[in-house]
């Protein structure tokens, strides 16, 4: 079985033992430890195993692969995580504003408020990334439907007397 699995099914039976607030909150407290250290020295590519990750956060390797699961799309160059093992040499090289981005769509509060991040951006640049996710979040119907024009449902009805109904 591998690592990736072990992590999965892991979840699963911790989730079934304790709930999911309580799994929530050891993982949040082992990947706070983590982002820490990692944005404190922002500036260096940190190169590890999960053996190494798990070691120096306190904790088993099934949850650094998890940690490597959450932070693998902000990386330059993301894993195939079922191919990991765990000695297998990992380059944590972070596109830092991806990885904002990131953890503002996680709503992982406790983690883009870290004071590490006074180094990285300004907090101009950070309300900047915010307002850009948030505008992606945005869907425009550019298509706009007149009262008086076919419903677009395919009824053949005016809008206004089918769909339109309702608004």
Known sequence: MNLYKQWTDMVVDFVKKNGEPAFWKEYGSIEKKIYMELL???????????TE???????????AM??????????KKEYDLEKITADDEVVLDIDFE???INMIDAKADYLYQLPQWDAIFSQEKRKELAK????????????????????????????????????
Request: glycine share 8%; hydrophobic share 30%.
């Open 40 to 50: 404190a020295n922002h500036e260096t590519v940190v190169k590890t195993s999960l």
């Open 66 to 75: 998890g940690f490597l699961d959450g932070i693998n799309d902000s990386l």
């Open 132 to 167: 850009e996710f948030r505008k992606s979040k945005i869907i425009v119907n550019e298509n706009k439907v007149g009262r008086n024009d076919s419903c677009p449902c395919g009824s053949g009805k005016k809008y206004k007397k089918c769909c339109g109904k309702n608004i």
């Open 98 to 100: 991806k990885l904002y």
């Open 53 to 63: 990750l798990a070691k120096k956060a306190d904790t088993t390797v099934e949850f």
